[in-house]
């Protein structure tokens, strides 16, 4: 029996969690009452090459653009009057991952492919976002050279206008090209197609922005699971490891303040939630539909409201579900608290640097002591910090890395970036939008792309990552950029290794005693004093030395022993608590001044 409609999700889609889109998009066209099946080609490759090797092409860096380049030999058809470049070589490690792996991309194709016609859709729509382009295309082409009546359509964020244009000069194989949200005009499309198969539609769709996150349905993630099945042991039992959802769209920072690298959100920021009420209710009915409780949350940044109504209403419960979320880096120790209590055991906070001149640069509105006092309040609750390390700012100078890197010993305890990585231009980013006003010439496709599209393809128009002709203080000096590096690495491997470095005020039979492993620590042990106590509560916030009323000896030994680090000016109290013991900040009363 034929269905409507064939959703495909290529590699090198993550498979440790369904993929959000065409979960959302299988949902609204159920919803319309067309057949749909979702075809995760991503588990099948996963399943074929082994879940650790798929894992590590997916998370490969961008800059090698690795999982392109396994579908490139398959991307295309045979054609001498389309010329292409010889792509760019690749590191050692990655080229032998890739020669591992490309024997098995034709079969994979074969598979999919034999999938997807024994379902006999009328319509194929496949998602690219990261590096799915080419694996789009190699399944788009196979389809419609077997079955050149199913329309075959192109969305997800690699699709975005001008990129989707700039695919539809190089793709004849694909019909059209969805650009923006498609929540809405993606199921008016098909049933449109599906009422009337000879109905000559726009080659690109352009999709406005949802206005309300209720028009948007709860993502139906039945073919992941049954994909799953289908795949049997080939895949870790442990899959999937979360549900993806979404609870609001755009970022209310960057829709008034844009930081500068941010590509995120495409053509609009505008911000748009769920109220609370309907955030619960969909967290509740997934979690009552997969018997699943842990929910990965696809938010760029989380919603203010939910300090006041979703996180409470979870934090009531006995055994709230487990989140992790995207946050802005200036949230108080009472909103984190309340966060632990809510079950969000990870976050992703967007730190990015430990300088304030550089997140300024950013535009990033917060400041360096506002992030290490994230790190340390985390630590202290006990939930888990995502962040990267990135450098490579317009205007950074080297004052603005090496004080950080002569620090970084003294945080060892605090949860490491995972990466120390230069700048990539983003398209949608002020970087990219107006590179001259931060001073970046000749704005260009990252090398990796050279040889992955033809000679003629618009490369600017269909890239994502870009290099600029600029460069910086750091850049130029290689030897505080490896000091950094190193101390990073260190840092790194401490956590790596399960050394779990502690700073740390316990309760010994009532008196408060340091715990301190760190590699720097002047002292493992000692009873704590109540006038350093004192001292190191009030500097729970950062404070101008000056400006506080304590004994200035106090203070010096307190920044002799690491407990409190003395950066930018200003003092700041690094040694973690036991939660309760934490003194509550003000309580939150308005949105934080980001
Ligand atoms: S980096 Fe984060 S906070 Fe900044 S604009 Fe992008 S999504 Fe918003």
């Known amino acids: 029996m034929s269905i409507d409609l064939c959703l495909v999700v290529p590699p090198f889609a993550q498979v440790e969690t369904p993929t959000l889109g065409v979960a959302i998009l299988a949902a609204a066209c159920r919803a319309r009452g067309l057949r749909v099946t979702v075809v995760h080609a991503n588990l099948m490759l996963a399943a074929r090459v082994g879940h650790g090797c798929y894992g590590e092409i997916a998370t490969s860096n961008v800059a090698s653009l690795l999982g392109e380049r396994l579908f490139l030999p398959h991307a295309y058809r045979a054609d001498p009057a389309v010329a292409f470049d010889a792509p760019t ?173 941010c590509g995120l959100n495409g053509a609009t920021m505008m911000f748009r939630e769920m109220p609370g009420a309907t955030a619960l209710a969909e967290l509740d009915g997934l979690e009552a539909k997969w018997s699943i409780g842990r929910f990965a949350v696809a938010d760029n940044i989380m919603p203010l409201r939910y300090l006041t109504d979703l996180l409470p209403a979870l934090a009531a419960r006995g055994e709230p579900p487990t989140l992790f979320y995207e946050v802005k880096a200036n949230l108080k120790y009472d909103q984190l608290a309340l966060m632990a209590r809510a079950a969000i055991e990870k976050i992703q906070p967007g730190i990015e640097s430990l300088s304030s001149p550089v997140l300024k640069l950013m535009r990033k509105g917060v400041s360096a002591h506002q992030n290490i006092a994230l790190l340390r309040d985390c630590r202290s609750l006990g939930i888990g910090v995502v962040w990267n390390y990135l450098y490579g700012f317009p205007g950074e100078q080297v004052e603005h890395y090496a004080p950080v890197a002569a620090l970084i010993p003294a945080l060892e305890h605090l949860e490491p970036p995972n990466d120390f990585s230069p700048l990539i231009v983003d398209r949608f980013s002020p970087y990219h939008n107006t590179p001259e006003a931060f001073g970046i010439a000749g704005i260009a496709p990252i090398a990796a792309y050279r040889g992955l599209f033809p000679r003629h393809a618009r490369l600017d128009a269909i890239a994502y990552h870009f290099r600029g002709n600029y460069t910086t203080a750091l850049i130029d000096d290689a030897d505080t950029r490896l000091a950094m590096g190193r101390a990073i690495g260190l840092w790194r491997l401490q956590w790596a290794i399960g050394a779990s470095p502690q700073l740390r005020i316990v309760d010994a039979d009532g008196a408060p005693v340091v715990i301190d492993t760190r590699r720097i620590a002047t002292q493992a042990q000692i009873s704590l004093p109540p006038e350093w106590n004192r001292a190191l509560r009030l500097l729970e916030r950062p404070h101008a030395a000056d400006d506080l009323d304590v004994d200035p000896a106090v203070i010096a030994e307190l920044i002799a022993r690491h407990y409190i680090l003395a950066h930018e000016g200003l003092l700041l109290s690094i040694v973690t608590r036991q939660a309760q013991d934490i003194t509550e900040p003000p309580a939150y009363a308005n949105a934080p001044a980001a």
């Open 89 to 261: 070589a690749l590191p050692p490690r990655l080229r032998s991952t890739h020669d591992a792996v490309a024997p098995a991309i034709a079969p994979l194709l074969d598979d999919v492919c034999t999938r997807i016609r024994s379902l006999a859709p009328r319509i194929v729509g496949i998602t690219s976002s990261f590096q799915q382009t080419l694996a789009a295309s190699a399944i788009a082409q196979r389809i419609k050279d077997e079955a050149p009546d199913t329309r075959i359509v192109l969305g997800g964020p690699n699709a975005a206008s001008p990129m989707g244009e700039a695919l539809a000069d190089i793709f004849p194989w694909i019909d059209h090209f969805f650009s923006g949200e498609a929540d809405i005009a993606f199921p008016d499309f098909c049933a449109h197609l599906l009422a009337d198969p000879g109905a000559d539609l726009p080659r690109i769709v352009h999709c406005p922005p949802l206005t309300d996150m209720r028009c948007s349905p709860a993502p139906d993630f039945s073919d992941y699971f049954a994909d799953l099945d289908r795949l049997g042991d080939a895949l870790p039992a442990s899959l999937p490891e979360a549900l993806p959802v979404e609870l609001s769209r755009g970022c209310w920072w960057g829709a008034k303040n844009h930081c500068t690298f």
